[in-house]
């Protein structure tokens, strides 16, 4: 089955689901990866909390446009798209939900597919994280990377459809 999807992937500054600090965006053609996009988004304070994790800090981001500007300049990649996926699409999903609130933006209507569901669902792997699905699948990861995570996302749906999953 081909499909034509966008794979995403946000990394948030703190826990509030509206701290978007960089967007990883691949948009999936008939199962072949046709653009990416990674973007660092200036969330709406300063307070970083998940430095440790992602790597990014206020001073890296304190410059750069908000998510509102990224998604303008970011949302056509979703023209086509049958889909979004990400992997743990909940978390995904809730932050540009929260993101498109905050700025008063309307959500795409797409709707979203989970990886990792997908993953516990016909894989079997004790665990369904990014990493050790990649690590099935023999994908290159640079896990918290936005466009890394995102790719890696878009890949892992890719060999799943050639086992014959069905989105």
Request: glycine share 4%.
């Amino acid at each position: 089955m081909m499909y034509n999807f966008v794979a995403i992937d946000f990394e948030t500054a703190n826990y509030y689901r509206n701290s978007a600090c960089s967007v990883g965006i691949v948009k999936v053609a008939n199962n072949h990866i046709v653009k990416e996009e990674c973007r660092l988004i200036k969330p709406p304070n300063s307070w970083f909390m998940f430095t440790d994790v992602h790597g990014l800090s206020w001073g890296d981001v304190e410059n750069e446009p908000d998510f509102k500007e990224v998604w303008l300049g970011i949302s056509h990649l979703l023209e086509g798209a049958d889909f979004i996926a990400a992997h743990n699409a909940p978390f995904d999903k809730s932050v540009l939900n929260k993101c498109c609130e905050y700025y008063d933006i309307k959500p795409p209507p797409n709707r979203f597919t989970c990886t990792m569901k997908l993953a516990r669902e016909h894989l079997s792997l004790c665990s369904t994280t990014l990493a050790d699905v990649c690590d099935y699948f023999n994908i290159e990861l640079d896990h918290h990377e936005a466009l890394s995570d995102a790719r890696a996302c878009a890949k892992v749906l890719i060999e799943m459809t050639k086992l014959g999953v069905r989105i």
